[in-house]
C-alpha cells in the first residue's frame, strides 16, 4: 500500500492535457452536467459513445491513464475513432454528487472509474481501473479491449443477427 501511495504521488506531479486548457485534467468548477449534456448531443451526432473518466487531479492513477493512452498512438486513434472523452471531477471542491448518484455511485469502485453512455446519455457500462492496471501503468492489451467491447459497434444488436 505504501509503494502505491507514493507511486500515486509521483504521478500527481505529471502534467496531464487538460478539458479547460489549464494543463490540468480535471475542472472542480465545471459545470459537469451541462458538460456531459453538451457531450452526448455531440456522441449521438458523430454515432460515438461518451467515455467519461471520473477522477481528480489529486488521482496519480487518473493521470496515468491520460498519459498512457494518449501517449500510445493506437489507443488515441481507437478513443478518438469510437468515443468523445470527459474527465469528471471528484475532489473536496466538488464530489459531482447528483452526478455520481445518477451513474449508480461509480466511485465506490475507486478512481479512475470510467463510465461508457450512448448518445442518448444510458449507462452501458461502468468500468473499474483495476482490472486495466498492469505493475505501474495500463495493459495495452486490456485497455484495448474494453475499449473495443464497449464502441458502439460492439453493443449493436445489428452486428450480431448475422451470427
Given amino acids: 500500500?505504501?509503494?502505491?501511495?507514493?507511486?500515486?504521488?509521483?504521478?500527481?506531479?505529471?502534467?496531464?492535457?487538460?478539458?479547460?486548457?489549464?494543463?490540468?485534467?480535471y475542472n472542480p468548477a465545471a459545470n459537469a452536467t451541462k458538460d456531459i449534456s453538451e457531450l452526448l448531443k455531440k456522441a449521438k451526432e458523430r454515432n460515438k459513445h461518451l467515455l467519461i473518466q471520473a477522477g481528480?487531479?489529486?488521482?496519480?492513477?487518473?493521470?496515468?491513464?491520460?498519459?498512457?493512452?494518449?501517449?500510445?498512438?493506437?489507443?488515441?486513434?481507437?478513443?478518438?475513432?469510437?468515443?468523445l472523452?470527459?474527465?469528471?471531477?471528484?475532489?473536496?471542491?466538488?464530489?459531482?454528487?447528483?452526478?455520481?448518484?445518477?451513474?449508480?455511485?461509480?466511485?465506490?469502485?475507486?478512481?479512475?472509474?470510467?463510465?461508457?453512455?450512448?448518445?442518448?446519455?444510458?449507462r452501458l457500462h461502468t468500468q473499474n481501473s483495476v482490472y486495466l492496471e498492469q505493475g505501474r501503468t495500463y495493459s495495452k492489451q486490456k485497455v484495448l479491449e474494453f475499449l473495443d467491447q464497449w464502441n458502439k459497434r460492439s453493443v449493436d444488436p445489428n452486428v450480431y443477427k448475422k451470427f
Fill in 56 to 83: 481528480g487531479n489529486w488521482c496519480g492513477w487518473c493521470i496515468e491513464f491520460n498519459r498512457f493512452t494518449t501517449q500510445d498512438s493506437q489507443i488515441d486513434s481507437m478513443l478518438k475513432a469510437d468515443y
Fill in 85 to 122: 472523452i470527459y474527465h469528471l471531477n471528484y475532489s473536496p471542491e466538488n464530489k459531482n454528487t447528483a452526478l455520481m448518484a445518477k451513474y449508480g455511485y461509480p466511485q465506490r469502485f475507486g478512481f479512475p472509474v470510467f463510465l461508457i453512455l450512448d448518445g442518448n446519455g444510458n
Fill in 1 to 25: 500500500m505504501k509503494g502505491k501511495l507514493l507511486f500515486c504521488a509521483l504521478l500527481f506531479t505529471l502534467k496531464g492535457f487538460s478539458q479547460s486548457g489549464t494543463g490540468r485534467l
